[in-house]
């Protein structure tokens, strides 16, 4: 059975940094593209990056640029986004998900930004 | 604002049909395909269908996608209390170099 589990969520101040990681068990991680994606409280779906099987190839929506970076560990079948220089509107519960469109999904991790 | 657009909202009563849009552009829809998405009420989104119309395994056959020039659309057969989700078309957009979702639809069955 494919289980993504993320971990990592919490409160943080405007400015601050936070790791997100996403553990996978049930299949060939290191086979399959990964996904972040986020949703903000009362919002839509927002994708924020993905990384190829090999960590070779990595693409990000705009806002996220230079501050978020996704990254992945093949050996421990886990995904991580590190957050940094967070803003309020970072606030948002993330996904991880498998593939580049999301065949499975976790249960989230909320990351609240706020003073 | 969503680079695809979908309807906010739509309502049909239970067993009846319903369609949800989703319109992009040549760099998205035209070019790339589509997905959708059901997310219930408190929990993650499912994928429903993939590649404009194929459905992972354990997707019921009422649920049906296709795709038309810059637009797709997603099809409920025999609708049921427990579809009462929302709904959620995605693609690449290869002109943004991202995955870009529509806003999402909010399905009622009254």
């Known amino acids: 059975e494919v289980q993504l589990v993320e971990s990592g969520g919490g409160l943080v101040q405007p400015g601050g940094s936070l790791r997100l990681s996403c553990a996978a068990s049930g299949f060939t991680f290191s086979s399959y593209w990964m996904s972040w994606v986020r949703q903000a409280p009362g919002k839509g779906l927002e994708w924020v990056a993905n990384?190829?099987?090999?960590?070779?190839?990595?693409y990000y929506v705009d806002s996220v640029k230079g501050r978020l970076t996704i990254s992945r560990d093949n050996a421990k079948n886990s995904l991580h986004l590190q957050m940094s220089s967070l803003r309020a509107e970072d606030t948002a519960v993330y996904y991880c998900?498998?593939?580049?469109?999301?065949?499975?999904w976790g249960q989230g991790t909320l990351v609240t930004v706020s003073s | 604002q969503s680079v695809l657009t979908q309807p906010p909202s739509v309502s049909a009563a239970p067993g009846q049909k319903v369609t949800i849009s989703c319109s992009g552009s040549s760099s998205n829809i035209g070019n790339n395909y589509v997905s959708w998405y059901q997310q219930l009420p408190g929990t993650a989104p499912k994928l429903l269908i993939y590649d404009n119309n194929k459905r992972p395994s354990g997707i019921p056959d009422r649920f049906s996608g296709s795709k038309s020039g810059t637009s797709a659309t997603l099809g409920i057969t025999g609708l049921q209390t427990g579809d009462e989700a929302d709904y959620y078309c995605?693609?690449?957009?290869?002109?943004?170099?991202?995955?870009?979702f529509g806003g999402g639809t909010k399905l009622t069955v009254l």
């Open positions: 995605g693609t690449w957009d290869s002109s943004l170099g991202a995955v870009v």
């Open positions: 990384i190829k099987q090999d960590g070779s190839e990595k």
């Open positions: 998900a498998r593939g580049r469109i999301g065949d499975y």
